[in-house]
Nanobody, 124 residues
């Protein structure tokens, strides 16, 4: 089993930046992460996809609202991903969730793990 642990959330003013991190803890050796995602959920709203990145490091699926401001990245060796968030706006306020999808290598079974989320609040 593995756990995804997010960090880096906090309270910032509009225009400031934050960098979220997500790391795999537990049985790292046998879990081959193919794709990482960041999702977010604001109060009273549905969870939405923010960005995704494949194993080759190609980012995709940026939400229109974050294009040009957010950047997703990963390190395959460290089994980590990051979300650099610049020019933050109040509407970016949400709980941000890390998601990892891949294969459990001993069996070939797929997995889809979620972190517990980290709060980002953008307020003046």
């Amino acid at each position: 089993q593995v756990q995804l642990v997010e960090s880096g959330g906090g309270v910032v003013q509009p225009g400031e930046s934050l960098r979220l991190s997500c790391e795999v803890f537990g049985d790292r050796t046998n879990h081959f992460v193919r794709t990482w995602y960041w999702y977010r959920q604001a109060p009273g709203k549905e969870r939405e996809l923010v960005a995704g990145i494949n194993r080759a490091g190609v980012a995709s699926d940026y939400a229109d609202s974050v294009k040009g401001r957010f950047a997703i990245s990963r390190d395959n060796g460290k089994k980590m991903q990051w979300l650099q968030m610049n020019s933050l706006k109040p509407e970016d306020t949400a709980v941000y969730y890390c998601n990892a999808r891949g294969l459990f290598t001993p069996t070939g079974d797929s997995f889809d793990y979620w972190g517990r989320g980290t709060q980002v609040t953008v307020s003046s």
